[in-house]
């Protein structure tokens, strides 16, 4: 039962352009979201969080967008940069459990 | 640098094998998490100590046990390994049971079975 989907497994994106990573949920009880990066060899890091009672959170280039209505999250990344080449996780948590949800990541790259 | 440390980095053995995969969590960190990663797989959590006592449960199979000591570090057991148990184990940790899911990953410790 993957309550946490990412249905793209890949991205392609030319520097300069917007990224936009997505992610569907299924259990509508998840208090907060989070997106996490990693490269590899690395451990995954912690990119950027959003609250259920949130539509929006905005850190620099990175904003993540929340549609609770369709279950849906969304990453974007404006501009997009070589260095933001990594494999991207949507993860999902509720403050009355301490487990994060997972996706299966969606591994974005970025060109010239 | 997470600050969590995790060995061995790599490990190969064969099937019906023992191996234990060690986590130091960050200083101050008191919640040690263990989360399993396979081929084209998410990350799929496997268990959460919070200063020494196991606080929540995921799909962990029952060849396999954690434990959290008195100095906060902890140790995955993995007995009676089969091919499917090759992956990718990371351990993470947080200040607090709970919060807004914040972790600090390790680099991970890449299990492969023979």
């Known amino acids: 039962d993957q309550q946490v989907k990412q249905n793209s497994p890949s991205l392609s994106v030319q520097e300069g352009r917007i990224s936009i990573l997505n992610c569907d949920y299924t259990n509508s009880m998840f208090d907060y979201f989070l997106w996490y990066k990693k490269y590899p060899a690395e451990g995954p890091t912690f990119l950027i969080s959003?609250?259920?009672?949130?539509d929006k959170n905005e850190d620099g280039r990175f904003t993540v967008f929340l549609n609770k209505s369709a279950k849906h999250l969304s990453l974007h990344i404006v501009p997009s940069q070589p260095g933001d080449s990594a494999v991207y996780f949507c993860a999902a948590g509720s403050y009355n459990t301490d487990k994060l949800i997972f996706g299966t990541g969606t591994r974005l790259q970025v060109f010239p | 640098d997470s600050g969590v440390t995790q060995t061995p980095k790599h490990l190969i053995t064969a099937t019906g094998q023992r191996v234990t995969l060690r986590c130091s969590p960050r200083s101050g960190d008191l919640s040690v998490y263990w989360y399993q990663q396979s081929l084209d797989q998410g990350l799929q959590f496997l268990i959460q100590?919070?200063?020494?006592?196991?606080?929540a449960k995921g799909n962990i199979l029952e060849r396999f046990s954690a434990q959290q000591f008195p100095d906060l570090h902890s140790e995955l057991n993995l007995s009676s390994l089969e091919l499917g148990d090759s992956a990718l184990y990371f351990c993470?940790?947080?200040?607090?049971?709970?919060?807004?899911?914040?972790?600090?990953f390790g680099e991970g410790s890449r299990l492969t079975v023979l």
């Open positions: 100590y919070y200063n020494g006592e196991e606080r």
């Open positions: 959003i609250s259920s009672i949130k």
């Open positions: 993470a940790s947080s200040v607090l049971a709970g919060g807004t899911g914040e972790l600090f």
